[in-house]
């Protein structure tokens, strides 16, 4: 039990390092002009990213949005019994984070795996990714 306590304490805090510095060193966001950014943000509107706060590869995702100046809702997992939590099992299938939810009319679309999101994402709205 104290094992336990001791690995989530050490988790929690190298996660908490992780973020900040990640914080500190952000990447520079992507400049669109207004007409553009407004397309951005109408898109993203049916998108949100269920993600720890801490978690190493939330945070890979979390970088990639800022740089691709995305406006996704970020909702905390983390949660035992929270309400994200509980939808990300209930309807994503699985407790699995980043999770990216789209949602197309009648349709959503769970996205697991940091790096499946940041390749979607890059398709969607990096210009950059478009061009080649």
């Known amino acids: 039990m104290l094992?336990?306590?001791l690995l989530k304490i050490f988790r929690e805090g190298?996660?908490?390092?992780?973020?900040f510095i990640s914080f500190l060193t952000r990447p520079r966001k992507i400049k669109r002009s207004h007409d553009e950014q407004?397309?951005?943000?109408?898109?993203?509107?049916s998108m949100s990213v269920y993600q720890y706060?801490?978690?190493?590869?939330?945070?890979?995702?979390?970088?990639?949005?800022?740089?691709?100046?995305?406006?996704?809702?970020y909702r905390d997992a983390q949660v035992?019994?929270?309400?994200?939590?509980n939808t990300l099992e209930l309807q994503g299938?699985?407790?699995?984070?980043?999770?990216?939810?789209?949602?197309?009319?009648e349709q959503t679309t769970w996205m697991y795996e940091s790096n499946d999101i940041?390749?979607?994402?890059?398709?969607?709205?990096?210009?950059?990714?478009?061009?080649s």
């Not at 706060?53 to 809702?73: G, M, Q």
């Open 3 to 5: 094992k336990a306590v």
């Open 14 to 19: 190298v996660g908490g390092l992780m973020a």
């Open 38 to 45: 407004l397309a951005v943000i109408r898109k993203a509107e």
């Open 53 to 73: 706060f801490a978690c190493p590869f939330c945070i890979k995702t979390r970088r990639a949005i800022h740089r691709l100046n995305i406006p996704i809702e």
């Open 80 to 85: 035992r019994g929270g309400d994200h939590r």
């Open 93 to 105: 299938g699985q407790i699995k984070v980043p999770c990216l939810r789209i949602d197309d009319g």
């Open 118 to 131: 940041i390749a979607y994402l890059n398709q969607q709205f990096d210009p950059s990714a478009k061009a």
